[in-house]
Structure formats: C-alpha cells, structure tokens
C-alpha cells in the first residue's frame, strides 16, 4: 500500500469515528431526557447509520452522502440551541459543534480521495 493510500484510509478512518461519534451524541437524548422522542431519534440517528458501512470500505460517494445529511444534523443542532431548557441547548451545540468537525473531515477526505484517483495533482 503506497503512503497516499495509508494517510487516506487514516482520513476516512477518522471520519467513521467522527460519524459514530455523532450517532452516539444522537443516542443520548433518549437515555437523558424523559421526552425523548423515538421518531426524532430515528430521523437523526438512521441517515447516520446507513452511511456507516460506505465509510467502513472507503467509498467516495458515501462521503459525498455524509456531508448532504450533515446539513440536516447542522440544522438540529442549530434550533435545539435555542429551546428553553439548558440541558437541549448543550445537546444542540455540541450537536453543531460535532456536525462542523465532521463537515470538515468530509471535506478533507474527499479533497485527498480525488487527489488520489487523479494521480497526484493538485
């Protein structure tokens, strides 16, 4: 395995991680909060979940997926923020906080993944 290809599966090892680590994040309010809504889980959690296996074998295109439904996990992240009790707003922004860190790692991964299959350029 070249070196490029080393650092690439680093990238998308670390998105994986960051992908999960959302997926957790996502999880917490039906552990945390009596109100927690199955659906709202479900409509979080699940988009995330499907993603998983693509980004396990390294494919582009479930990159290119992850940073569609990150928008959606923005979006969340952004109107919890401003609900009244304190324990949602937290959630909220550590939701857009880890929703951004992603987006960035999206971005970087699929920068170096079509670098890659291009051969190298810029």
Not at 110 to 119: F, K, Y
């Amino acid at each position: 395995m070249t070196p490029q290809a080393c650092r690439l599966r680093r990238w998308y090892r670390a998105t994986l991680a960051g992908c999960v680590l959302l997926l957790l994040l996502a999880t917490l309010p039906l552990w945390l909060f009596d109100t927690a809504s199955i659906g709202q889980w479900l409509m979080h959690a699940l988009p995330l979940a499907l993603l998983l296996p693509g980004l396990a074998q390294c494919r582009r295109r479930s990159l290119q997926w992850l940073g569609f439904v990150l928008l959606f996990v923005v979006t969340l992240g952004a109107v919890q923020m401003f609900t009244p009790d304190p324990r949602h707003r937290l959630l909220g922004a550590l939701n857009l906080g880890g929703a951004i860190a992603e987006f960035i790692l999206v971005i970087i991964t699929t920068r170096l993944d079509i670098r890659q299959h291009q051969g190298g350029a810029p």
